[in-house]
Structures are given as C-alpha cells and as structure tokens.
C-alpha cells in the first residue's frame, strides 16, 4: 500500500507565516501525525504533495522513507494527486489519499477502508452528518455509490444528502494512472476535483465500497486556530484516558498536556496543570504534583515532584527522590532518596544518594561561554543558598555551611564553608535623616 498526502493548500485563515501543516497539535506538526498514521499501516510509499511555503515543510519534515512532490500551482484535489503518480510509478499496491491538515484519522479506521477495497475496489471514507453543509455529499441509486457531487454544484435533492465524503480514499494505483489525466474542470470551483474519479471506476464496472471512521473528530481538518485548539483538545482529551485506563490517577482529565510520549508505572499519580513533553517516563508510585512541567526526563519509583516544578532534558532522577517547589533540574542525575525541595537551580550536575539540597542552592554551571559539571557524592548536606561554581566536586558525606560560595573541590567529611565571619559593633547607631529647616 502506498499514501499520498496532500498538504498543497495555503491555510490561508490561519492568519500564520507558518505553513498550516507545520502548526504543532500535541507539540508536533499536523502533517507529521499523518505521515506517522502511514508508516503505522506500513506504507510501502509514502508521497507528500506540497506547495506553498513547500520548501519550508519539506525541509522540516524530510525522511528517507518519504518522497515529495510539488503542485504548482494548486489546481485542486484530482490535480494534486497527480502530480504524486511519477512517485508511485511501477507499483502494483493501492493508494490511499490523506490530507496533511487532517491529523487524527486512527490508523485502524484507514485499515478498516483498505480491507474493505481490498485491493481492486475503489474505497472511499464517509459519515453520516447533522449538518453536512460544505462537504461533498456520496450519491448512491439503490444502496451503491455511483458519484460525489460537491456542495458548490449540488441541487437541493443532492444538498439534502447527509452522507458526506471525508476526502480520504483508497484506490487501486493503476487505475488512479488511468482516471487522473482524464479528469475535466468544468464545474463549479474550476478545479480538477479528486472525487470525480468515482463516476469513472462506475462507469468501468469497477466496485465502489464505504467504511466509515468511529468518531467525527478522525476526519475533521484543520482550517483555523479555533479547529486547531479544538483537536488539540481532543487529542489530548483521548491520550488522558488512555492514562486513565491504564490505572494512572489524573486529579483532573482535562488538565493534563502531553506533547510527546508518557510512560508511566503502576499507582502514578499527577495533579493539575502539569505538562509533559518529549520522552518522559515516570516510575511506579511517582507522584507528579499541581503545575510542573516535565521534558525528556526520567522519574525513578517513589519520587515526588513539585508542585511548580520544571524538569528539563536529561533529568534522571533515582527512587524516592523529592524536588519541590520552584526548582529546575536541567541534565543531572540525582540518585536515590535525594531531595531537592525549595527554590533550586541543578544543571549539569551529578547527585549522589541520599543529598540534602538547600533551599536557594545554585549549580553555577555556565560562565558565558562553556558549561560544567558539578558532582555531589553520597550523603552530602547542602546549606541554603549555596552557590557550587562548576567545575567543581563535594566528597561524599561532606557539609557546606550556609551561603558559601564553593569555588574549589570540599574534601568528604569536612565541613565547608566560604563566608565572611560574623561580627557585631556594641555603640553602633543607625543613621537619621536630617531634618530639613
Ligand atoms: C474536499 C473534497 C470534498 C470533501 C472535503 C472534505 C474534492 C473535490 N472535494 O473538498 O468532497 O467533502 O474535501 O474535507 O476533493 N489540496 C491540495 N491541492 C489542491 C487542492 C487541495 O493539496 O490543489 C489539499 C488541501 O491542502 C487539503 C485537501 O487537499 O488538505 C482538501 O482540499 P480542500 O480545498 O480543503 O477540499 P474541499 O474543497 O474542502
Ligand atoms: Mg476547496
């Protein structure tokens, strides 16, 4: 099976300098869901028709599994299918036709369509709709499909149709070969329509078959942000009950955003208003609390993270770890029943087991220009606001006194401390203002 994709459309109601298939639903490109549904299927060839702002897409989304192929200028659907025929030259699968600003299609609806045609029907994707307005509606004469008549040239009789075309379809590749070039224009939009090529496989006797996706939300695009931000909703509405149903407790379903994958163990639990991106893996029993963002970091079992919490890539953080409020932890390690729990910043840095981290601690691991590493062993007590100048290495049981400043390595054991010694001056008076005359 092959896929053409098509994604030449301008988007021009999104009112964006970025083409409309580049637009991140979930954190990643609309057009880059549609070309993951295909490998799902395993497309044999994958074919994105591109145009406006086209180098853009494909500079962005290139893959060695996947061939482009440019329509310019947009004559409509039929037209831009077209143009992706040299790309799928010599093969003898069918081809099924997908819309880049259509990002949620599940792959097993498509598989349903493919084996519903079979290989030599001609399988189009439909649905029953309330208010069918804009689409192309199916015309069926005793129960079979014999054409699609778009709205713009539909009568009343047609225009009361409720059985819509999703636009997706799937037919056999040579015939497609045969149909396209022989497509006209003379219709209402001036455009070669794609759906025109349902009255040609009737007319050679060739089957034409209907399935049909579960929920609306599979076939509907993206025009605007308001439909934008609706799939995103939607998308992200599934992915939490799918944690749901794999026994995650979410404090609210509809106040979690996952852009990326989240992997999660027995018992994990995540308050409100959190987000994930990237790769992110948390352990059994971790609990997420209220407002942490997490990015490609992972969580070992036990630990507690937040609430106002920011893990960032390469965050590996052991069993029973706590990071608490309004601290960052940014590639760094941190083993197990460490704690982190007020105001922190951890970059670069390697944690042993057992770590106290002081309130306000820095890991200064940034001199403009180059960045370095800290190393904290085992069972080291960090003072409140204590700046680690990196590089730099605190010995395993060591203790930094409050407020140092550590510019060299602190040797196991010992207590460090870098601060000027206190004194008190008996007779001091405060200033007063003077007064004025
Ligand atoms: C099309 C169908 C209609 C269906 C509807 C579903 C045709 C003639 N009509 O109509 O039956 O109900 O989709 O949404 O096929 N595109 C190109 N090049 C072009 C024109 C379009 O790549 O020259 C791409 C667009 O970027 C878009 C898709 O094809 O992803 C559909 O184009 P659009 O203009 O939205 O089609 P409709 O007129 O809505
Ligand atoms: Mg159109």
Same mark, same amino acid.
């Given at each position: ?66 061939? @482009? ?109 045969? @149909? ?36 609306? @939300? ?220």
């Amino acid at each position: 099976m092959n896929v053409v994709i098509l994604a030449a459309g301008k988007g021009k109601r999104m009112y964006s300098d970025l083409p409309k298939v580049l637009h991140p639903l979930a954190g990643k490109a609309l057009l880059a869901h549609v070309i993951d549904t295909s490998r799902q299927l395993g497309a044999a060839r994958i074919c994105v028709v591109y145009g406006h702002g086209g180098e853009q897409v494909r500079e962005t989304l290139d893959a060695p599994d996947l061939s @482009w192929a440019r329509q310019e200028p947009q004559l409509g659907t039929g037209h831009a299918v077209l143009q992706a025929m040299p790309a799928l030259a010599g093969t003898t699968a069918s081809t099924l036709v997908l819309y880049g600003d259509v990002p949620l299609t599940r792959a097993a609806t498509l598989q349903r369509l493919i084996d519903a045609a079979g290989g030599d029907a001609l399988g189009l994707l439909t649905a029953h709709l309330d208010n069918p307005h804009g689409y192309g509606r199916i015309v069926r004469v005793d129960g079979q499909v014999v054409r699609i008549v778009e709205e713009k040239d539909a009568d009343d009789a047609e225009r009361a149709i409720h059985e819509i075309n999703t636009g997706i379809l799937v037919a056999p590749t040579a015939a497609l070969a045969r @149909w396209l070039p022989t497509l006209g224009n003379r219709n209402a939009q001036g455009e070669y329509y794609l759906t025109d090529i349902v009255a040609l496989a009737v007319a050679e006797g060739m089957p034409v078959v209907t399935a049909h996706p579960d929920a609306s @939300w599979e076939t509907e695009g993206v025009n605007s942000k308001v439909q934008l931000a609706q799939l995103e909703r939607v998308f992200q509405r599934n992915l939490a009950e799918q944690l749901l149903e794999q026994g995650v407790t979410l404090a609210d379903p509809s106040r979690i955003d996952v852009r990326g994958e989240l992997v999660c163990g027995r018992d994990v639990s995540i308050d409100v208003n959190c987000v994930f991106e990237g790769r992110v893996v948390l352990g059994d029993g971790v609990r997420i609390k209220a407002n942490c963002v997490l990015e490609d970091a992972v969580v070992g079992a036990g630990s507690i993270v937040g609430p106002f919490a920011r893990l960032r890539p390469g965050t590996e953080l052991g069993r029973e770890v706590h990071i608490g409020n309004f601290v960052e932890v940014k590639n760094s390690s941190i083993a197990d029943r460490s704690k982190a729990n007020h105001l922190a910043y951890v970059g670069d840095a390697t944690i042993g087991s057992r770590v106290n981290v002081g309130a306000g601690t820095i890991t200064c691991n940034y001199d403009g220009a180059n960045k370095f590493r800290t190393v904290i062993e085992d069972d080291v007590f960090i003072g409140s606001d204590t700046q680690l100048v990196a590089p730099v290495t605190v010995g395993r049981g060591a203790t930094l006194g409050a407020g140092t400043t550590l510019t060299r390595d602190a040797p196991p054991d010992q207590l460090t401390v870098s601060r000027a010694r206190q004194m008190s001056i008996p007779g001091w008076k405060r200033p007063v203002k003077k007064k004025k005359d």
